[in-house]
Each structure stands twice: as C-alpha cells, then as structure tokens.
C-alpha cells in the first residue's frame, strides 16, 4: 500500500479528482479516475475506500461494504479506511460492529479531529451517549475552546439528566458567543430540568431580544413562562425528527418497547380483512407503520415533516407516495373522501392542538373509515392540553372524545395504553379508535 500524502505519490492527485467527483455526484469521471490509479497502483487502500464511497453513493450499499472491507483488510491499521467502513456500517444501523471499528480507530488515532468528529456522530447513531460524553470529553481536553464539542456536550449531559452540568457549559457559552440563540434555548431548557423558573424565564427574554419575531423564540419564551403553545414550531419538530431518524427505529422499539404500530396494524387487517382500503400514515416517521401493515390492496401514503425520517421509511419499498409536509397543512389541503383508514401514531403528542385536525381526518375519510390516532394522557382534572417538559403534549381523554364526537364520528372507543417506557417507567397514553358511519 501506498498511502502517503508528499509530492511524490503518484496517484495522490488522481485520487484527490476521484474524491471531488464523488462528493459531486459525477461517478463516471470518478470511476475513470480510480481505475487509472488502481492501474499504477493496485493495492492502494485508498482506491478501494474510495470505490466503497463511490459505491454507497451510487446506490449499490452490497458493493461499498465489498470495497471498504477489502481497504481494511489490505491496511487493517489505517485511520481514514477503518472510519469510513464504521460511519458506513452505523449508516445502515448495523450499530455493534460499527461501535466495535469506531473504538478501535479512536484507539489508533486520538487526537485527530475528523476521527473524533465521525466517532462521536456513531456514537450518536448508535444511541450510545455515554460513549458520545466520554469522547466528547476527551475532545475537549484536545480542543478545550472548541464550541461545537462543548454544545454537543450539553445536550448530551442534558439528555442524562445531568442539567446542572449541562447548565454549567451554556453558562461558559453564553459569555463567548452571547448572541446565539441555541445557547440561550440551551440554558432555558437547563433552567427549567432545575426548576429555576425565573432563570428560565430571563433566557427567554434574551432570546426575545434577539429577534423579537421569530416563532422558534416566541415558543420557548411561553414555555419558560409556564404558558402551552397551541402547536411546536415546525422548524423545530423537523430539526429534532432529522436528527432522531439513524436511531429512531433502534431507539423505540427495542430501548423505548414501542409497540403500537404492530398493534394497530393487526386490528386494521383484522377489520378490513379481505378489503382493499387506502391508508393516509400521518407523521409516517420511519415507517413503522407501513412496516406492520405491509403491502396493501390499497394505497399507503406518508406525510412527515422530516425528510430525513421519510428517507428511512422510503427504504421498506411499502410506501406508494409520500409528503414531506407539517400534518396539520396536509390535513387541511387534502380533498376530502379520500381514505379508508386515517392513523396518528405518536403524532399528535407533537402536534399540540387537534381541533382543526381531528374534524379534518372525518372530512378526508370515506364513509364507513376509520381514524386512528393515539395521545399521551393529562389529568381529567386539569387543562385540555398541557405541554410537558420532556418536549411533548398531553391531552384529556374527555376532551379529545368530544373533539371526535362534534367532527361527526358515531363511534368512539378510547382504549388505554402504555406508549412506550421512559427511564424505565412507562408513559401512559390512549389509544382512539373512532368510526365514520355510511350515509345508509
């Protein structure tokens, strides 16, 4: 192998080319340019982490594993061609060994920035925060002024319910870089894990200063004051589900125990057995749902606001179209009578107010539909709605009853449900089935 970077490596620039026509999309000229290097050079590493990376890019995800296997086998100890294979394998949610090939690089090369930023982003992927802080931290002792680490830290720390160390990096940010708005939503959000309400509410001011009109900010200034914003800001659902979509089907079904896709999936074939019917899949995600269903009579259609949730469900191949669009504009756009079936799973929990929603699925419905949607329950004896500190919405069950039964739905069933587990405990919720009836 040759993989050197001085003037005298003979196919350095040809490799360089190689790289820019990958990242371009011009595989052609890229394969052009491989194949002559692999001509002066063929048993260079490099040609063949780059085929794996020309490969993936292409589509042919069998043929990146074949090339970049073969770059690790032919240099075992190289820093570059043992993270692209890790960053490859975390990519396809083949998260064990990919954990396995990242620590091993780390171990080769610690103090190289690229290495530490891809081993952190698998490390993310994979769901493994605890390794995410411990090479966060080693990062930090590298590049003790880098704020990238540093907010990455936070939110990490946050997300173990260490708020006051968290709270101690946004702190240290907030004097270098007072004007980003992340290190005040940072800071706002650490107050309120602390209970410190007024501090909360002070962070909350800034960022109102900032751009008294921004809707993200005027979200997180109501929060702090203990107000509940009738919906989240799309820009921030979306910014969170593209972030969630590597890990989000790892993370729910098998840490969180979500399982009301495959419940809802068998009561609909149970219903509709035999039946062509078209399902409208409202925050689709990454297609668990479709997964359960599978192949229909009918049409199965996806609406998310992340596109990168969509790009994890369009891979199944048991989706017919989907919207890359906030469910309560699709609602609202959609021709009426279009679908047999209607389902919301762990969908309006985001989406705040279903006033407008819930009448908008009986319009979209077929005569004799059914809608499907399930919700995470506040007290009977409180607010209609009420936002929760883990960054979602709960809703009265009598309230989203009488919502159904003003639409037009004639039958109403409301079956309790745990959602899912959080921290160990599970998150109660319920589920609505509500029936369109025939105009006969």
Not at 130 to 153: E, S, Y
Not at 323 to 335: E, F, G, Q, S
Not at 348 to 369: C, H, K, M, Q
């Amino acid at each position: 192998m040759n993989n050197s970077t001085n003037r005298n490596d003979p196919i350095l620039a040809l490799l360089t080319q190689a790289r820019e026509h990958i990242s371009k999309g011009e595989l052609k000229e890229a394969a052009g340019k491989l194949n002559r290097a692999n001509q002066t050079l063929p048993n260079d590493a490099r040609v063949f982490m780059l085929g794996g990376l020309m490969a993936e890019k292409a589509g042919n995800t069998p043929g990146a594993f074949e090339n970049l296997r073969k770059a690790v086998a032919m240099a075992p100890e190289w820093g570059p061609g043992l993270l692209e294979l890790a960053l490859l394998l975390a990519r396809n949610n083949q998260f064990d060994e990919a954990i396995q090939v990242a620590e091993k690089v780390h171990k080769l090369e610690p103090n190289n920035p690229v290495v530490l930023a891809g081993t952190i982003d698998i490390a993310h992927r994979a769901g493994q925060t605890d390794m995410a802080i411990r090479l966060l931290k080693h990062g930090l002792t590298r590049f003790p002024d880098d704020p990238q680490l540093k907010i990455l830290l936070a939110g990490d720390l946050a997300a173990i319910d260490q708020a006051a160390d968290a709270l101690a990096i946004w702190n240290d940010l907030a004097i270098r870089f007072p004007a980003s708005p992340d290190v005040w939503i940072g800071k706002l959000n650490a107050h309120l894990a602390l209970d410190q309400r007024a501090s909360a509410i002070e962070s909350g001011k800034t960022l109102l200063q900032i751009d008294p009109s921004n809707e993200v900010y005027q979200f997180h200034a109501a929060v702090a004051n203990g107000q509940t914003p009738p919906q989240i800001p799309q820009t921030v659902t979306q910014r969170l589900f593209d972030g969630l979509a590597p890990i989000y089907d790892t993370h729910m079904v098998q840490s969180l125990g979500y399982r009301l896709p495959k419940t809802v999936a068998t009561k609909l074939h149970e219903l509709y057995q035999g039946k062509k019917f078209n399902v409208l899949d409202l925050g689709c995600g990454t297609g668990l749902l479709g997964i359960c269903l599978g192949r229909l009579q009918g049409a199965l259609v996806g609406v998310d606001v992340s596109k990168e949730m969509i790009a994890q469900a369009h891979r199944h191949n048991v989706y017919d179209k989907f919207h890359t669009v906030d469910i309560h504009d699709a609602l609202a756009a959609t021709p009426e009578s279009l679908y047999e079936v209607i389902a919301a799973l762990d969908v309006f929990i985001y989406a705040g107010n279903v006033s407008d929603a819930i009448p908008n699925a009986f319009r979209i419905l077929t005569e004799g539909g059914t809608f499907v949607a399930s919700f995470e329950t506040a007290p009977d004896s409180g607010e209609n709605m009420t936002y929760l500190q883990t960054g979602r919405y709960a809703h009265k069950r009598s309230h989203i009853q009488e919502i159904c039964v003003k639409a037009g739905f004639d039958q109403v069933t409301l079956e309790d449900v745990v959602l899912r587990t959080e921290k160990g405990n599970p998150i109660n919720g319920f589920l609505v089935w509500a029936h369109k009836q025939n105009a006969s």
